[in-house]
């Protein structure tokens, strides 16, 4: 808007004015158009973040999500079994760290009830770790291993000990040559307590670097490991804690759970030395 030379100063003041006004209205316009604009952006934005937090939880809870298992099957009746594994459900280690060893009859038989989330089996294993590997490597001892699921009740809704007790049992069976590898790697990298534990694929990551062959590894992530075996860790599981031999003083199961030659051994294992001095005393 132009103001003309013979207008009045009221006028040309009341021009000014107006055209103001109309600049003001425009710039609202302008405003409000992107406002709308940014807010469809966000509302887009919005609706693609939901997409992913849903095609994240559907994916997660598909690879966590299991048979139904049943909690009171005999351990004797599951069909799905590492081959592996014992009817006790201990995976015996051969000399050379692959699963599936023949026993010596002639040494002591060490056996180790463990939980992956279990950061005192963690430290049992810390501690323990070349006595372990001594006993394999010089024969003094046979070594097994009984993985079991106490604590999925800590990992968020997760069930993380029973996936990762699942997966160890799969690479028991599927890739025996690693499964020591892999079991050790698990307690290397064990998650806290009251934390969601390895998604499947982070399982089956640390799988691989313990060099578990890769088409092995994906049955981790796609949850069929747990899906073949889960009904066994968990039958497994309700084995050691139903046997009254495997109870401490308070009369309940806990791990680390630490036997010789299937008898419950209280001696301080945090004490370097302590297990090794107990396996030479039961060969005498």
């Not at 469809?40 to 999500?65: E, K, P, Q, T, Y």
């Not at 892999?182 to 534990?197: S, V």
């Not at 199961?253 to 008898?263: A, H, L, R, S």
Request: glycine share 8%.
């Amino acid at each position: 808007m132009s103001t003309s030379p013979n207008q009045s100063k009221a006028q040309r003041r009341e021009a000014a004015r107006a055209q103001a006004l109309a600049l003001k209205k425009k710039q609202e316009a302008a405003d409000r158009r992107a406002r709308l604009i940014t807010m469809s952006v966000l509302g887009v934005v919005l609706v693609a973040l939901v997409a992913i937090v849903a095609w994240l939880f559907i994916r997660d809870h598909n690879n966590n999500a299991a048979d139904a298992v049943d909690e009171n099957l005999p351990l004797s009746e599951v069909v799905d079994v590492p081959g592996t594994a014992g009817d006790d459900a201990g995976i015996l280690i051969a000399q050379d760290r692959s699963a599936g060893g023949t026993a010596n009859p002639d040494v002591p038989t060490v056996g180790i009830y463990f939980d992956y989330m279990c950061p005192i089996c963690g430290q049992f294993e810390t501690v323990n770790k070349d006595a372990l590997e001594a006993f394999l490597a010089d024969g003094t001892a046979n070594v097994q291993l009984f993985p079991v699921s106490i604590l999925d009740r800590v990992s968020q809704g997760t069930a993380y000990s029973t996936r990762a007790a699942s997966a160890a049992a799969w690479v028991a069976d599927r890739a025996p040559a690693r499964f020591l590898d892999f079991h050790e790697a698990l307690f290397a990298n064990e998650p806290e307590e009251q934390t969601a534990g390895h998604t499947n694929a982070e399982i089956a990551d640390l799988a691989r670097q313990a060099g578990v062959p890769d088409d092995v590894a994906a049955g981790i992530e796609s949850g069929e490991a747990r899906r073949t075996f889960g009904q066994w860790v968990t039958s497994a599981t309700q084995a050691a804690t139903n046997n009254d031999a495997l109870a401490n003083a308070q009369g309940g199961f806990g791990t680390p759970t630490i036997t010789i030659d299937g008898v419950r051994w209280d001696g301080d294992w945090r004490v370097a030395g302590a297990l090794a001095q107990a396996v030479a005393d039961a060969t005498k």
